[in-house]
């Protein structure tokens, strides 16, 4: 019966497959797996699991910020800032320039040279700067720290040309401007203020000028009574000599 059935139906005739074991020689890389199928790959990125992201941490501008803002006031900085306006007050010459890359050893030098002159070279913060000349006369020269600075202070104010000289030796400190009896001037008017003289020349040359229009005006005044006494001095020896000439002629009668 089971002959007949294959023979009509042959579509119901069993059969084995034929299975062929294959063995690679190569061996699987760990490190650098083959990608799966993109099926597979699929599957993997829907069931792969998702944690909680750990917190991350803050960067450094963060960090510098809150540490700006929990900053407790240092009471020496109040001392510095109190002797940086006392150095205002005091001067009568206040300088201040921008330094440039410089060593140690050259500031050294520019700064014994100065103390030589009575000038006096330092260094400040600019939150320093800024507490000392808050609510001042002297809040105008805050644009002028926003970058490494130097001051220099005097107590005579005839000492702006020593100070170009010496500063021109020297070309990492460039002047930016100054204060000068309580004015405040750019580095050309500092320029302009050392070539003019001395005190001492100037009011010599205003006493010198004063005498002048004096004597002019003493002139001026006296010129007509002078011209006058000119006049009546020919005149009087006119009549003297025609006088002289008529006794000459009387005594000859």
């Not at 910020?65 to 005091?90: G, S, T």
């Not at 001026?220 to 009549?239: I, M, P, R, T």
Request: with cysteine; hydrophobic share 35%.
């Amino acid at each position: 019966m089971a002959n007949l059935i294959q023979k009509t139906l042959p579509l119901t005739k069993t059969s084995t497959p034929a299975l062929q074991f294959l063995r690679y020689r190569g061996k699987i890389n760990i490190q650098r797996p083959k990608e799966p199928h993109y099926e597979r790959a699929r599957v993997i990125a829907v069931t792969q699991p998702k944690y909680p992201e750990a917190p991350k941490s803050k960067t450094c501008f963060q960090k510098r910020a809150e540490r700006f803002q929990e900053q407790v006031e240092n009471p020496y900085n109040d001392i510095i800032a109190r002797e940086v306006r006392n150095w205002l007050e005091h001067s009568q010459l206040v300088a201040i320039f921008h330094l440039n890359s410089i060593t140690s050893d050259e500031i050294f030098r520019v700064r014994v040279d100065l103390h030589k002159q009575n000038l006096h070279l330092k260094s400040y913060g600019r939150k320093i700067i800024g507490q000392a000349v808050k609510d001042t006369r002297y809040e105008a020269i805050m644009p002028l720290f926003h970058s490494n600075h130097c001051i220099v202070f005097s107590p005579d104010q005839q000492r702006v040309s020593t100070l170009l000289k010496i500063t021109r030796r020297v070309p990492q400190m460039v002047l930016l401007g100054g204060i000068v009896e309580n004015t405040l001037l750019s580095r050309n008017e500092l320029m302009a203020y050392a070539q003019m003289p001395g005190l001492q020349a100037a009011q010599a040359q205003l006493v010198q000028t004063l005498n002048q229009a004096a004597g002019n005006l003493v002139q001026q005044l006296q010129a007509h009574q002078n011209s006058f006494v000119q006049v009546l001095d020919v005149y009087a020896k006119g009549e003297a000599k025609d006088s002289a000439e008529e006794s000459k002629e009387e005594t000859k009668e």
